[in-house]
């Protein structure tokens, strides 16, 4: 069973940073693929970045993040992190670690969810 826990969130003032870590378990195979996923208080979840669980990383962010958060992996501690900089008021939301098999279309695996706060 994939069990993912985030933690790492918190409150910053805009312009600073913070990195997000994701806990994965239960991966019983490498065809994965990683997902940050993020929601603010009256608005749908959106996607934030992506990655290959393993072999080339093929990363993909949304464009309201492309060029300050970068998502990773480190398969030795089973882990997933979002580095996020230059922070901006809009980036307040629940974030969440997600999972979903390459070839399935859906993430079905989903964190509690971690909350990160950015004041102006």
């Known amino acids: 069973q994939v069990q993912l826990v985030e933690s790492g969130g918190g409150l910053v003032q805009a312009g600073g940073s913070l990195r997000l870590s994701c806990a994965a378990s239960?991966?019983?195979?490498?065809?994965?693929?990683m997902g940050w996923f993020r929601q603010a208080p009256g608005k749908e979840r959106e996607f934030v970045a992506s990655?290959?669980?393993?072999?080339?990383?093929?990363?993909l962010y949304a464009d309201s993040v492309k060029g300050r958060f970068t998502i990773s992996r480190d398969n030795a501690k089973n882990m997933v992190y979002l580095q996020m900089n230059s922070l901006k008021p809009e980036d307040t939301a629940v974030y969440y670690c997600?999972?979903?098999?390459?070839?399935?279309?859906?993430?079905?695996?989903w964190g509690q969810g971690t909350q990160v706060t950015v004041s102006s």
């Open positions: 239960g991966l019983t195979n490498s065809n994965y693929r």
């Open positions: 997600a999972a979903r098999r390459a070839v399935e279309p859906r993430y079905d695996y």
């Open positions: 990655i290959n669980w393993s072999g080339a990383e093929t990363s």
